[in-house]
């Protein structure tokens, strides 16, 4: 079975300062994991994504994500937090066993403080 | 611009009314999907389509029905909704499996 948690339904930052949104994932293949951005009345945009490649994963907007199988974890980081990082933040997982399915954590609000 | 369109963006509807959300994409994506978005839950994925086949409903109210004409467009029709119905409502597609999907907007629907 496939499951996302993303730990933290609230992360808040101040302006310049790291990022860190933590996901951790169950997978029964090998699974390939995205991050998206959900801005408020948008729909959501994929960050970056990860498929069975190099495990550090660089995205759009500064933002990166270093998959860890042994623990299991996608989390998402920034070294400096800017004001249009203020958003929704959702981690995602895709298997090849499961076809066109995609399974998405609840999501992280992440506020940041000017 | 993510190439994926829905129309309209707001929908306010009686419970009585029957109405359609639309989207379309120009990807050149195999797979549509519907999904729903309510404030402090999580997404919720309501329809697949491949290949203008469904293979997926996640135990979706009749209420809800979708249709897929051709691979690049796809619609819900909505009919006798009811409050708890009211949500954003999001449509996306993608290359295939496994592949990154493309969201639209959303159509943000009211049910009064």
């Known amino acids: 079975a496939q499951s996302v948690t993303q730990l933290d339904s609230h992360v808040s930052v101040s302006e310049g300062t790291p990022v860190l949104l933590r996901c951790n994932y169950s997978?029964?293949?090998?699974?390939?994991l995205f991050w998206y951005v959900q801005h408020p009345n948008k729909g959501l945009q994929l960050l970056l994504k990860?498929?069975?490649?190099a495990t550090l994963v660089k995205g759009i907007n500064g933002f990166e994500a270093e998959f860890k199988k042994s623990e299991t974890s996608f989390h998402l980081t920034k070294p400096s937090a800017h004001m249009s990082d203020a958003a929704e933040y959702f981690c995602?997982?895709?298997?090849w066993g499961t076809g066109n399915q995609f399974y998405f954590g609840t999501g992280t609000s992440l506020t940041v403080i000017p | 611009e993510t190439g994926v369109t829905q129309t309209p963006r707001h929908l306010v509807m009686g419970m009585t009314n029957k109405k359609s959300l639309k989207c379309e994409q120009h990807?050149?994506?195999?797979?549509m999907y519907w999904y729903k978005q309510s404030a402090k839950k999580p997404l919720e994925l309501m329809f697949v389509?491949?290949?203008?086949?469904?293979?997926e409903n996640n135990s979706v109210p009749s209420r809800f029905s979708p249709e897929c004409p051709n691979s690049s467009h796809l619609f819900l029709h909505l009919h006798t909704l009811q409050p708890e119905d009211s949500a954003l409502y999001l449509c996306?597609?993608?290359?295939?499996?496994?592949?990154?999907?493309?969201f639209g907007d959303g159509t943000r629907l009211s049910i009064l």
């Open positions: 996306a597609s993608s290359p295939g499996s496994d592949q990154p999907q493309h």
């Open positions: 990807l050149g994506h195999n797979a």
């Open positions: 990860y498929t069975s490649a």
């Open positions: 997978s029964s293949y090998s699974p390939s």
């Open positions: 389509y491949s290949l203008e086949e469904r293979v």
């Open positions: 995602v997982v895709s298997d």
